[in-house]
T-cell receptor
Framework: KNEVEQSPQNLTAQEGEFITINCSYS?????LHWLQQHPGGGIVSLFM???GKKKHGRLIATINIQEKHSSLHITASHPRDSAVYIC????????????????FGTGTRLQVTL | DVKVTQSSRYLVKRTGEKVFLECVQD?????MFWYRQDPGLGLRLIYF???????EKGDIPEGYSVSREKKERFSLILESASTNQTSMYLC??????????????FGPGTRLTVL
């Protein structure tokens, strides 16, 4: 069964710390998503990537296709970064004809304290 | 901005009731999805639809049905609610023409409690 695993499950950091969240998957993918879910439920997409590295503000996402691994980094963390971070993958083969299903990791709950 | 709305943020129902969860998107997306989210299990796909009146089962369709009569609206139906269907329900939409990454846009979620 195709699986997505995230680590750690829970993470507590002090404001200003550099944070890394990891995601590993079992077989080839066409794309990997990093999502953020704040208390209350709403989910927003942070990154979509299939190779290399992307940066947006203090967030950096990297992916290593050969190792089937992705990381989400947060530099200079802030209490407003407290949320659940979710990794999701779209498996091969790439399918343009029908809905693109995603498989989700169980999430990493991040708490950033002052 | 893409907007996906869900009919209720919180809902309390009794065992055996028929429950309707409504989702509406305003970006003319072809694809719509219903997920449930439970602690320790992540998001699991219940049903998805890639066109009006088209639907496909996801990973956990048992106890649920769906309806898509109009492109913008995707309804999730619990025919006879049970306590194990207490969960957070999330709707999402995406467009196949939005590039190969097919970003999904999520609604705010409905927290359903079945007593």
């Amino acid at each position: 069964k195709n699986e997505v695993e995230q680590s750690p499950q829970n993470l507590t950091a002090q404001e200003g710390e550099f944070i890394t969240i990891n995601c590993s998957y079992s077989v080839g993918i066409s794309a990997l998503h990093w999502l953020q879910q704040h208390p209350g439920g709403g989910i927003v997409s942070l990154f979509m990537l299939s190779s290399g590295k992307k940066k947006h503000g203090r967030l950096i996402a990297t992916i290593n296709i050969q190792e089937k691994h992705s990381s989400l980094h947060i530099t200079a963390s802030h209490p407003r970064d407290s949320a659940v971070y979710i990794c999701a993958v779209r498996w091969f083969p790439f399918d343009t004809g029908t809905a693109s299903k995603l498989t989700f990791g169980t999430g990493t709950r991040l708490q950033v304290t002052l | 901005d893409v907007k996906v709305t869900q009919s209720s943020r919180y809902l309390v129902k009794r065992t055996g009731e028929k429950v309707f969860l409504e989702c509406v998107q305003d970006m003319d997306h072809e694809n719509m999805f219903w997920y449930r989210q439970d602690p320790g299990l992540g998001l699991r796909l219940i049903y998805f639809s890639y066109d009006v009146k088209m639907k496909e089962k996801g990973d956990i369709p048992e106890g649920y049905s769906v309806s898509r009569e109009k492109k913008e609206r995707f309804s999730l139906i619990l025919e006879s609610a049970s306590t194990n269907q207490t969960s957070m329900y999330l709707c999402a939409s995406s467009s196949p023409s939005g590039g190969k990454y097919n970003e999904q846009f999520f609604g705010p979620g409905t927290r359903l409690t079945v007593l």
